[in-house]
């Protein structure tokens, strides 16, 4: 079972930012946070990863509590094509298995 | 660089078939997990390769079975096809089980009738 909950769904306008959710509350010291998007028909795309930092790239930010139980990805100006669902997932350092959620689907509007 | 490509895209057999999907991951990787995409289950792993070696498998039966080749090629197969079976199959390829990026191809989706 996923070891994440996310809410269902969430709206953003376009150009504004997207800020989704994750809680982790189990989360073990060797589990990383991991986010990746799902476009529809496509297969899952990496968005970022972290362990207890705030990390940033190119496509977006992610802050992670100090207690570790939860975490908020940030896409800072959504487009149109950020429309998508997002999951949050938690894996242990060293392994490729990836549980996946229901993740939270986000539409971005005009 | 070429990314994952999975083949065929689409697939249909009939029930108590069997079907080989093919996943070539990208040039260098030698990590190959495939997962079953289904509305009703959403995304589940079923197994990761590495080095021609299963590293970790997921929760289905043994209808469901795998191989890595020398080139990192992987292939999935599942015996016994049930009408349950009919998904979106998606495979990930990685530098290596530790590498923290997983890139998936566009999957083949296979429908049992």
């Known amino acids: 079972d996923a070891k994440t909950t996310q809410p269902p769904s969430m709206d953003c306008a376009e150009g504004r930012a997207a800020n989704l959710p994750c809680n982790h509350s189990?989360?073990?010291?060797?589990?990383?946070v991991y986010w990746y998007r799902q476009i529809h028909s496509q297969g899952p795309q990496y968005i970022i990863h972290?362990?207890?930092n705030n990390e940033t790239n190119e496509m977006a930010s992610l802050i992670i509590t100090e207690d570790r139980k939860s975490s908020t990805l940030i896409l800072p100006h959504a487009t149109l094509r950020d429309t998508a669902v997002y999951y949050c997932?938690?894996?242990?350092?060293?392994?490729?298995?990836?549980?996946f959620g229901t993740g939270t689907r986000l539409l971005v509007s005009p | 660089k070429a990314g994952v490509t999975q083949t065929p895209r689409y697939l249909i057999k009939t029930r108590g078939q069997q079907v080989t999907l093919s996943c070539s991951p990208i040039?260098?990787?030698?990590?190959v997990s495939w997962y079953q995409q289904t509305p009703g289950q959403g995304l589940q792993f079923l197994f990761e390769?590495?080095?021609?070696?299963?590293?970790n498998k997921g929760n289905f039966p043994g209808r469901f079975s795998g191989r890595q080749f020398s080139n990192s090629r992987s292939e999935m197969n599942v015996s016994t096809l049930e009408l349950g079976d009919s998904a979106l199959y998606l495979c990930?390829?990685?530098?290596?089980?530790?590498?923290?990026?997983?890139?998936f191809g566009q999957g083949t989706r296979l429908t049992v009738v």
């Open positions: 040039s260098g990787h030698r990590s």
């Open positions: 972290g362990l207890k």
């Open positions: 997932i938690v894996r242990v350092a060293g392994f490729q298995k990836l549980v």
């Open positions: 390769y590495f080095s021609e070696t299963q590293r």
């Open positions: 189990t989360i073990s010291g060797n589990e990383y």
């Open positions: 990930a390829s990685s530098f290596s089980s530790g590498a923290p990026e997983a890139f």
